[in-house]
């Protein structure tokens, strides 16, 4: 299917039908895969993991390029190895240099979680150039944008996907964050409103308190707090909910109330326990100088 057909079906459609196909063949090892990639793409990290952990067993029967598709998502979220995942993506263009994928994968976490922003947007215009639908490819160039502090280029960006009518629910929050480097407050709750309508399982309000603690609104930073995790948890996001809490030990770490950053660090745990939510509890523990609690994370 092309990438414009893929926006067709939202994310809770396609993680229906993908688990109906392994239901319906248990062996199917790319529906595995792509059942891991959908995870992952809505933050539920630990679920990825096992998907894809289990494509990984079932490659043997897989096409050439489906085994480069499975091997870079088993490196991205099992192992976390995104040299590997680089050095899988660039064998694979070698390979296949009209295959938009490898491409794609490198405008992502493969380049943006080394810092490497220029080289991500570069693979994001490949894969654009290769494909104007790729929805992603427009959102991994505006994010990276946002990342180097550019956010009159996240709008141009957005206006690009904008005119192939490719614009998602899933660019709001960079919007809303390019908005906040502009300080513009009105477009800044315009696209809250909109994240809270489309989206709610606390997103906008995660925002909403990173801002007010960046702002200096303590009181106003924990209410939002609060709220984000009791959406996230209403809609059934465990996960999302536990990385909210990990933010917020982080915050009462870096405004020096250990005694709070704990409490929301054991919160956290308590709601999830995983790679990528253990990251910022541990981490917010550290900054508090309690490392009897974070070394054992």
Known sequence: TTARNRQL????????????????????????????????????????????????????????????????????EVSRNLEICRQICESWIAKYPQDMLP?????????????????????GEKAVALDPDFTVGYMNIAECYLFLNRPADVRATHQRAADRKLLSKDHLGVRFFAAFLSRDRSAMDQTAAQIATDSPRGDSEHFESLVSGYEGRLQQSRQESI???????????????????????????????????????????????????????????????????????
């Open 103 to 123: 491409h794609g994968f490198l405008s992502g976490l493969t380049s943006k979680g080394t810092a490497q922003y220029e080289k991500s947007i570069a693979e």
């Open 227 to 297: 709220q984000a995790v009791t959406l996230a948890r209403q809609a059934h996001f465990a996960e999302r909910g536990a990385l909210f809490q990990g933010a917020a030990a982080m915050r009462e770490a870096l405004y020096g109330y250990p005694d709070e950053s704990s409490r929301h660090s054991a919160a956290a745990r308590q709601l999830f326990e995983g790679r990528d939510v253990d990251f910022p509890r541990a981490f917010a523990l550290a900054l508090s100088r309690n490392s009897s609690a974070a070394l054992p994370i």
């Open 9 to 76: 079906v939202s994310p809770s459609e396609s993680l229906h039908l993908l688990q109906r196909a392994i239901e319906l063949d248990p062996g199917f090892a790319m529906a595995h895969a792509y059942l891991g990639r959908s995870y992952a793409d809505t933050g539920e990290q630990k679920l990825a993991v096992e998907s894809v952990r289990q494509a990984y067993i079932l490659r043997g029967s897989v096409t050439d390029k489906e085994n480069y598709f499975i091997a870079y998502n088993y490196n991205r």
